[in-house]
Structure formats: structure tokens, C-alpha cells
């Protein structure tokens, strides 16, 4: 098989309607949709030829070859490059890492070559997302003995992905995890597969001491902390009790890659609201939220909710977001969040 005949085989109009499934979620440009579409096709054409079975060509849709396939370097850039002068083995040997950290494959080495896995389905293909629904998910505590290490690694792939020097080591936000859960742990929450127990999402609403408030109107880089190297916490927690408190910051909110389906999404901000709700107990005077968006599809998330852009940083392209408590908490997520909202 010439991988430069993708084409031929899974004609680029059906190519098209898979990226559109998979592009827009976090860090999945057009290109990298397309390189994996290719990828996905090329992979089960050779796996379908190997096991000696005959294919109607050309393909009109695709399914999940079986295990690991083998592909090298030379292959991926014949399917990624071969309609293009710029490119290179090297070059399609990172986007396959790309492609890899994005948790839409996985690859190993048998020795002899890179064998590859497609690891992601989109939702929206051969309606899964009815098939999602039919394993139950829940709210849940966060359990710092038992989630701290799967949501450190879900959260550390999502701050890597765009670089290439690894400043997010899981490890060190466990720490920083089971540190907050220690102080109040009320502000951190999973949502939990009932099936295996683990925790496919995790948010913490961090209630802000007042003393720290004034790092929402300065360059939201200097308060980065799980996605940077500082050891200190550039913002203090409050304590419990605390009417001086009247800030939460949305700290972290997320859904693991392979789960990023719309009815999660709103199963968890719902609980959002419940905990808030909660919270007000702990810190009567709470009223106003701000969050930090790393990514341009939370940034499309927290806009839908309704936070908007406050504070600019002047060297990244960051931005401290603001919304009034009582806003989001009378907030109909359901309406809010519409069906077709791409991650």
C-alpha cells in the first residue's frame, strides 16, 4: 500500500466530515484533524489488507482497526506531506507526538517500528454519544488518596499539549492537589464513573483570601501556578468562615480528553452551581468569580456561561475573566450550553 493514494482510497469529502467531528476541542487545529483522519484511514487499510479481507473502494466511513499497527515515519509522511513540498520524516515523527499527547492515539516501539493505536472516537460519529449516556456517571468528593495522580495526569496532558518543554509534571500537581483538598476540600469535586471509579473530569472553585484579590487586576501570568514551575501559590486560599471573602477563582474545570461529551459537560457544571451553593455556608459574602482561560475552547466555554475579559496580560495571550456569583448561579445550563458546543 502507498500511503500517498489516502485519498484515492477514503476520498477527501468523507475525509472532511470526520475533522469536522474532531477539530475545535483542545489543541486540535484543522491540520492536526486532518493528519489524523489520514492516519485513522491509512491504519485500518492496512490492517484490513493484512488480515487478507476484501474492501469496497473507495471507503465511505471508517471503523476502529483492532490493537496496535505498524507504521513508520516514512509512511506518516508520505500520508501527511505527499501533496505538500514542506515536510519531512522528522516533521510527520512529531506531529504522530502531537497527535499522541492529545490522547486521540497511542504509540509503542516493537522494536523494529512505531506501532500505532487510534485511541479516540469522535462523539458525535455512529451516534456514541447515546452510548455514553449508558454508563452512568456522578459528582463526586475528590478523594486526594485515590484521585490525585488520574486527574494530575489528565490535567498536566491538557497544559502540555502546545509545549514542547514539559513544565507541567504531574506529579508535582498531585502535590499541589492534595495540598488544597487538605485546607478545603469542599472546593474540589470529580465527576466519577460508576463503573470503574475513576474520575473522568475535576474542577476546584477556590475561595480567595482577601489579601490575594488584587491578583485578579494584575497580568494573570503571574498567577499561574499548576502549569508553571513556581513553588509558591501565587494565591492564598481563605479559610472557612472568612466574611472578608468574597472571590472564587475558577482554578481548574476540566474533562478528560476521551470524555468530552455535551452531557458531561453540563452534568458538572451543575454540580458547580450546588457547590457554590454550598460554599455560601462557609463564605456568606462570596459574589464575585473569576477564572483564568488557558485554552481558547474554555475561553469559548466561560464566555457561554456568561464570564467575560477583564484584565490583559501584556506578554501572553491571557486574560482574567469575571462573572457575578448570583448570575451563574440562576444560570440554566441546559439553555446556556447548546448541544453543538465543540470543545
Not at 34 to 40: A, G
Not at 172 to 196: D, F, H, K, N
Not at 236 to 243: E, F, I, L, Q, V
Request: charged share 20%; with cysteine; proline share 6%.
Amino acid at each position: 500500500m502507498n500511503p500517498a493514494n489516502i485519498d484515492e482510497w477514503f476520498p477527501i469529502e468523507q475525509q472532511r466530515k470526520y475533522v469536522s467531528q474532531v477539530k475545535g476541542r483542545v489543541g486540535i487545529t484543522r491540520r492536526r484533524a486532518e493528519c489524523f483522519v489520514k492516519l485513522w484511514a491509512y491504519l485500518f487499510l492496512k490492517q484490513q489488507q493484512e488480515l487478507g479481507k476484501q474492501l469496497q473502494l473507495p471507503l465511505t466511513e471508517l471503523s476502529l482497526p483492532e490493537d496496535f499497527v505498524a507504521c513508520t515515519h516514512r509512511e506518516a509522511h508520505e500520508l501527511f506531506y505527499s501533496q505538500q513540498e514542506r515536510g519531512s520524516d522528522r516533521a510527520a515523527g512529531m506531529m504522530i507526538d502531537k497527535l499522541v499527547a492529545l490522547g486521540l492515539i497511542e504509540k509503542e516501539f516493537d522494536g523494529n517500528t512505531t506501532c500505532i493505536r487510534i485511541k479516540y472516537l469522535s462523539p458525535n460519529l455512529y451516534n456514541s454519544e447515546n452510548t455514553q449516556k449508558s454508563i452512568d456517571f456522578v459528582p463526586d468528593n475528590f478523594n486526594p488518596r485515590t484521585d490525585a495522580i488520574p486527574v494530575a495526569s489528565f490535567l498536566a496532558q491538557n497544559y502540555n499539549w502546545m509545549n514542547k518543554k514539559t513544565t507541567a509534571v504531574p506529579q508535582r500537581i498531585a502535590r499541589i492537589l492534595r495540598g488544597w483538598a487538605a485546607q478545603y476540600p469542599t472546593s474540589m469535586r470529580v465527576l466519577r464513573c460508576c463503573e470503574t471509579q475513576d474520575p473522568v473530569g475535576f474542577y476546584v472553585v477556590y475561595p480567595t483570601a482577601k489579601e490575594s484579590e488584587e491578583k485578579f487586576f494584575l497580568p494573570p501570568s503571574r498567577s499561574l501556578h499548576l502549569s508553571a514551575a513556581t513553588e509558591t501559590d501565587p494565591i492564598k486560599m481563605a479559610t472557612p468562615g472568612d466574611k472578608d471573602c468574597t472571590s472564587v477563582f475558577i482554578r481548574s474545570f476540566q474533562l478528560d480528553l476521551s470524555h468530552q461529551q455535551h452531557h458531561l459537560l453540563c452534568q458538572l457544571l451543575k454540580d458547580v452551581q450546588k457547590t457554590l451553593i454550598q460554599m455560601q455556608a462557609d463564605f456568606p459574602n462570596l459574589c464575585d468569580m473569576y477564572t483564568l482561560a488557558i485554552h481558547p475552547t474554555s475561553e469559548n466555554l466561560a464566555t457561554i456561561v456568561g464570564f467575560r475579559k477583564t484584565s490583559p496580560d501584556p506578554q501572553l495571550s491571557l486574560y482574567w475573566m469575571y462573572l457575578a456569583l448570583d448570575k451563574f448561579l440562576a444560570l440554566d445550563i441546559e439553555q446556556a450550553v447548546s448541544f453543538d458546543f465543540r470543545f
